[in-house]
């Protein structure tokens, strides 16, 4: 059953270098809350014991709704990058801190949705394929991801300057590594769940970005309409 449209209350935008957290929406066992990048999830290892998820398609089901913003949209701020000439050069508009993205149907962009607790205990394979972070234009992209733990995160440099990708993580290892221009791909992974993390960049103040690591498959970031979907959810979710 669809669930009710989510609400967030209005919010002032601060400036580049103080960012605003992500929403953060646990959807599980009917309880939907906000948390801030800076909370996580406690370390869920899988174990020898757990036995190996299995989905029937049969009696699996899903999780919709749209997460709205109320109020006055704020003016996203303008980020000053005149400190590097390459960067600038590559905007012919000042680029925005995505602080808060309403989009035009009044919903929020980059919501991390993702179901909390409520799955049968069991281990969760992750996907082969990496989850990207890019540096493109002196910003990361996408500005909030989600991937598995375990799951390989791959990041690519395609700007003309060093950047310093530094995953202020608190359950997982923090770790903080140089990218020099168009440098061959780095790869890193997350080994335990925690919502979110924050990206920074040492050299650059004005780039952040998050990520949201899950312990299974069901979790999603909202896009331009504000909508998710969870599907192939277990019965009794």
Not at 12 to 21: G, K, M, Q, S, W
Not at 100 to 125: C, E, M, Q, S
């Amino acid at each position: 059953t669809p669930s009710k449209p989510l609400r967030r209350s209005r919010t002032t935008a601060p400036l580049y270098n103080e960012p605003l957290r992500p929403v953060v929406l646990p959807a599980a066992a009917l309880c939907l809350l906000l948390a801030a990048c800076g909370s996580s999830t406690q370390p869920q290892t899988a174990t020898p014991s757990l036995p190996e998820a299995h989905v029937d398609p049969a009696t699996a089901g899903s999780i919709s709704g749209r997460v709205l913003f109320t109020g006055t949209p704020p003016a996203m701020p303008a980020i000053d990058m005149s400190s590097n000439p390459d960067c600038d050069r590559q905007h012919k508009t000042p680029a925005k801190a995505e602080t808060v993205v309403v989009n035009k149907n009044g919903t929020l962009r980059y919501a991390f949705v993702w179901i909390k607790d409520g799955l049968p205990p069991a281990h969760w394979t992750p996907p082969a394929e990496t989850a990207k972070l890019t540096q493109s234009g002196c910003i990361y992209e996408p500005h909030v991801s989600g991937m598995m733990a375990g799951q390989t995160l791959e990041i690519l440099n395609d700007d003309p300057v060093n950047h310093n990708v530094h995953a202020k993580s608190q359950v997982n290892p923090p770790w903080n590594i140089a990218e020099p221009p168009r440098a061959e791909h780095s790869f890193r992974k997350f080994g335990s769940p925690e919502v979110l993390i924050p990206m920074s960049c040492s050299v650059h103040p004005w780039m952040h970005a998050y990520i949201g690591v899950s312990p299974h498959p069901f979790f999603l970031v909202t896009g331009e309409d504000g909508s998710f979907t969870l599907r192939g959810v277990p019965p009794g979710t």
